[in-house]
């Protein structure tokens, strides 16, 4: 393997949110008489919170909105998802995720997460995957999100490794894109393989192994 670090996303690589992202906009799409369907929940991989909320109201036929009504809907909808990540634990982590991310470790690369989601730390916790990374750049931590290559860099900077030598394991074009623009190495996994977009496909976390 020609890496010397790995930097995940989390959601839809790590671990599986999107059902929750997708129940809890769908409940606040429905205030709002906007017809929310997954489709429309996979143009959101990857984006922040606030951006999701503008492809939302893409399909929004009511009156203009106040900035105090979007902050109102983001912390609401925020608020609806964290009530599911409660109930998360370390179950909902695969063992291929767990045991591929041991043996990285052990084959002696650094290993970061890199993630659009503000609710990044509370979600290691909840599901105990905090020790597994030597660094962890998340949404809080960035002014622009994917494809934006911000929060991959800072990942890098925090590891202390070069772009070049760092691979990204990803499951949304606009993370691909991100990492290309970041001048990394880029692994697509689930729905980015259908773009046919990266560097590498991968089916399973522990073909990593074997790049
Ligand atoms: C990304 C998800 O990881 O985080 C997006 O793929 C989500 O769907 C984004 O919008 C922001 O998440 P959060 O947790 O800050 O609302
Ligand atoms: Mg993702």
Redesign the pocket.
Known sequence: MGFGAVIF????VLVFT?KY?YLAWKEIAKELSIDFTQEDNNR??????RE?LDIILEKYKGPSLSEEKIEDLLERK?NL?REYLKEMSPSDVTKDVRDTLKKLRENGLKLAVG?????TSFILEKTDLTDYFDAVAD?TMITRSKPDPEVFLKAAEFIGMDPKDCLVIED?DAGIEAAKAAGMHQAAIGAARDSHASEYEIESISDILSL
């Open positions: 996303d989390l959601d839809g999107d992202h959101l991989r990857g984006v922040s919170r999701s925020n998802y993630s659009s989601s503000k609710n949404g949304a």
